[in-house]
């Protein structure tokens, strides 16, 4: 038989196994002005969603044209459609302005002698070539005369009116459709082969006449 152990001795060899048999976790405190490291995390651009924009519509004036979207999907005037249906209804006394020469901060004018027309003009042109648009063939709108500055009395004065035709739709139809929309005034000029279209204030109803 083999002799007993004493007591301190078998207390020693049980405290040993537990620590073999538990796996210890340390957690050491960072030393003092420690800073810990932070994971630098690379957060991609979303990319902004393209405007859903409505077909381009090619308008020409004299020997002018330019080919833009007039209205976003929701019917609100595209990006730059004011300003550039702004310049091609610009007065025959205004020099084209350069891309570089726009005034780029909110005003009554794109630029020296060219007043932006009223966006809500934009959106009655859209509403007509929409009406008589024809498969995916670009409309053309021929412009006559936009903003005349020494039209007294003529809503041309203010930016607010447009004399125009579209290809291939009759005058007399144009004029009908033009009827349709609140607050509008249309002018019907057989001998000079456009119509009027002016944009009116809230409740003013329709207004028609030929001439």
């Given at each position: 038989d083999t002799e007993a152990l004493?007591?301190?001795?078998?207390?020693?060899?049980?405290?040993?196994a537990a620590i073999i048999a538990v796996p210890a976790v340390a957690s050491a405190a960072p030393p003092a002005g420690h800073k810990p490291q932070r994971t630098a995390r690379v957060q991609k651009e979303k990319a902004e969603p393209k405007a859903c924009l409505k077909p381009v519509v090619e308008v020409v004036t004299g020997t002018e044209s330019a080919s833009f979207s007039l209205a976003r999907c929701d019917g609100t005037p595209a990006p730059q459609a004011?300003?550039?249906?702004?310049?091609?209804a610009r007065p025959a006394s205004a020099a084209k302005p350069k891309p570089d020469k726009l005034e780029k901060a909110k005003g009554p004018d794109v630029a020296p002698g060219v007043r932006r027309i009223d966006s809500r003009l934009v959106q009655r042109l859209e509403l007509a070539i929409?009406?008589?648009?024809k498969g995916s063939q670009a409309p053309r709108v021929q412009l006559v005369s936009g903003y005349r500055p020494k039209s007294a009395g003529s809503f041309h004065q203010s930016g607010r009116a447009l004399d125009f035709r579209i290809d291939g739709v009759p005058n007399e139809a144009l004029v009908a459709f033009c009827k349709t929309l609140p607050d509008t005034g249309c002018g019907y000029y057989p001998n000079s082969l456009f119509?009027?279209?002016?944009?009116?204030?809230?409740?003013?109803?329709?207004?028609?006449?030929?001439?």
């Amino acid at each position: 038989d083999t002799e007993a152990l004493p007591m301190h001795v078998v207390v020693r060899c049980l405290v040993a196994a537990a620590i073999i048999a538990v796996p210890a976790v340390a957690s050491a405190a960072p030393p003092a002005g420690h800073k810990p490291q932070r994971t630098a995390r690379v957060q991609k651009e979303k990319a902004e969603p393209k405007a859903c924009l409505k077909p381009v519509v090619e308008v020409v004036t004299g020997t002018e044209s330019a080919s833009f979207s007039l209205a976003r999907c929701d019917g609100t005037p595209a990006p730059q459609a004011v300003d550039q249906l702004s310049i091609l209804a610009r007065p025959a006394s205004a020099a084209k302005p350069k891309p570089d020469k726009l005034e780029k901060a909110k005003g009554p004018d794109v630029a020296p002698g060219v007043r932006r027309i009223d966006s809500r003009l934009v959106q009655r042109l859209e509403l007509a070539i929409e009406h008589f648009a024809k498969g995916s063939q670009a409309p053309r709108v021929q412009l006559v005369s936009g903003y005349r500055p020494k039209s007294a009395g003529s809503f041309h004065q203010s930016g607010r009116a447009l004399d125009f035709r579209i290809d291939g739709v009759p005058n007399e139809a144009l004029v009908a459709f033009c009827k349709t929309l609140p607050d509008t005034g249309c002018g019907y000029y057989p001998n000079s082969l456009f119509v009027h279209m002016d944009v009116r204030d809230a409740r003013a109803g329709h207004v028609a006449w030929i001439d």
